[in-house]
Structures are given as structure tokens and as C-alpha cells.
């Protein structure tokens, strides 16, 4: 089950609508390419296929994603528990070191928030994290060994 935010339901759809607007302009790229003439030794021929069946594929991949997901209502979640959208302040049980995680459904891709980290819901983390409360301690099965983190706060 993917859960998302209705944040992250509108940037794929989003994406969706970029992905479909390129399908005209790669088709054009291909005719032309088409027209230079030998398709074995036609490079831009062959880069626009590429292009065309990665867009082809993205747009599969997004459909496939917003047709199967759960989008998760502010209202429909406890204020304290864990779920999509909730920002959690984790201690390290080990170390004592503290952090900030949001809980997301799809990675934004963006690394330039250095006080939150995004963990995605079927993640190790994050699902070790969905539903779990102020004061639980939750296990990690990660590759360098199980971690356990206490769950300090939740921001919604």
C-alpha cells in the first residue's frame, strides 16, 4: 500500500501533465530524425527512440503509482502518530544523536533542507516509523546492522 500527501499527489499529476506534453515533441524529433536518412547509423534517430521510450516509461510509472496509492487527509490521522506528512525528531538509542525526519510517500528529490531528512513510507525507516507514537522506541533493520531510534516528537 503507497500512501501519499495530496502535496505529492499534485506533483505527480504534474509531472504526469509534462510528461504527456513532451509525447508531440519527441514524436516531431523522431520524424525528423527519421528523415536523415540510414536508421542503423542515425544516432539522433536513435537517441530520440531513447528519449521516447523513457518518457513512455515514466508516464507507465506514474499512472501505475496514482492509480494504486492512498491519499492521506490531514484530518484522518491522529496528531500523535507517525504517518505520511508528519516531521518526527528521532534519538539514536546508541549514540544519543538527534535528527529530523519527514515521513513522505515519494521522495522529492531535493537535498538542499539540512534540518530534515525525507524518508520515504516503504523504506526500512519509514516503515519502521508509520503508526508508532511519542515515546516508543522503534527497530531499524538497516544494512549496517539494526538501530534502534526513540521517537522524541512528531510535527504534522
Known amino acids: 500500500m503507497d500512501y501519499i500527501t495530496a502535496e505529492e499527489k499534485s506533483r505527480l499529476e504534474a509531472q504526469l501533465q509534462g510528461c504527456m506534453a513532451k509525447r508531440k515533441k519527441l514524436s516531431r524529433r523522431l520524424e525528423e530524425a527519421r528523415e536523415l536518412g540510414d536508421l542503423r547509423e542515425n544516432a539522433e534517430y536513435h537517441a530520440a527512440r531513447e528519449d521516447q521510450g523513457m518518457n513512455e516509461a515514466r508516464i507507465r510509472e506514474i499512472e501505475s503509482r496514482l492509480s494504486g496509492c492512498i491519499v492521506l ?84
Do not use: W
Open 73 to 156: 487527509s490531514d484530518e484522518a490521522v491522529p496528531e500523535d502518530m507517525v504517518f505520511v506528512g508528519a516531521t518526527v525528531k528521532l534519538r539514536d538509542t546508541k549514540t544519543g544523536d538527534e535528527d529530523m525526519y519527514r515521513l513522505v510517500g515519494e521522495s522529492s528529490g531535493r537535498f538542499d533542507d539540512d534540518e530534515v531528512i525525507e524518508v520515504t513510507s516503504n523504506s526500512p525507516l519509514g516503515q519502521a516509523l508509520m503508526k508508532a507514537r511519542i515515546g516508543e522506541t522503534v527497530r531499524v533493520d538497516l544494512r549496517r546492522g539494526p538501530r534502534r531510534f526513540e521517537i522524541m516528537e512528531i510535527q504534522t
